[in-house]
């Protein structure tokens, strides 16, 4: 299993990012939340694709937000393996989003980043 985070993984575009504004679940643990949405069917590309945010309200440096999204991505390529192996069915779209002005702790971002995908794999299994 790979750990990379190729390009081809990341969710990009205006038209996705609208997409998922408008009809992802969010889903919340204290500074760290997802929006995210499903599609039964894999069209083409990876299984999953995955963007990270972290707001200029919170964190008003652009260092500050370099680093956390940093944190954030390095948390996610290491649950990646994780993350492939609990989804197997169809697509999904992930956004990670930092809403607190204190940058992250690494062992915790994984564990809240754990249950929130736990989160969501519950709802998409529930709905489908």
Same mark, same amino acid.
């Given at each position: 299993?790979?750990?990379?985070?190729? +390009?081809?993984?990341?969710?990009?575009?205006?038209?996705?990012?609208?997409?998922? +504004? !408008?009809?992802?679940?969010? =889903?919340?643990?204290?500074?760290?939340?997802?929006?995210a949405i499903h599609f039964p069917?894999?069209?083409?590309?990876?299984?999953?694709?995955?963007?990270?945010?972290?707001?200029?309200?919170?964190?008003?440096?652009?260092?500050? +937000?370099? +680093?956390?999204?940093?944190?954030?991505?390095?948390?996610?390529?290491?649950?990646?393996?994780?993350? !492939?192996?609990?989804?197997?069915?169809?697509?999904?779209?992930?956004?990670?989003?930092?809403?607190?002005?204190?940058?992250?702790?690494?062992?915790?971002?994984?564990?809240?980043m754990r249950k929130l995908f736990? =989160?969501?794999?519950?709802?998409?299994?529930?709905?489908?």
């Amino acid at each position: 299993m790979s750990f990379a985070f190729p +390009r081809a993984e990341r969710l990009r575009g205006k038209k996705k990012f609208k997409i998922l +504004r !408008t009809w992802a679940k969010t =889903y919340k643990l204290s500074c760290l939340s997802l929006k995210a949405i499903h599609f039964p069917l894999h069209i083409n590309g990876p299984l999953i694709q995955v963007a990270f945010s972290v707001t200029k309200k919170t964190q008003r440096k652009s260092v500050r +937000r370099n +680093r956390t999204k940093r944190l954030l991505r390095e948390a996610y390529r290491l649950q990646k393996p994780l993350f !492939t192996t609990l989804w197997q069915e169809g697509q999904a779209w992930l956004l990670w989003q930092w809403n607190c002005e204190y940058p992250p702790i690494l062992s915790s971002l994984k564990s809240e980043m754990r249950k929130l995908f736990l =989160y969501f794999i519950q709802d998409a299994q529930a709905s489908d």
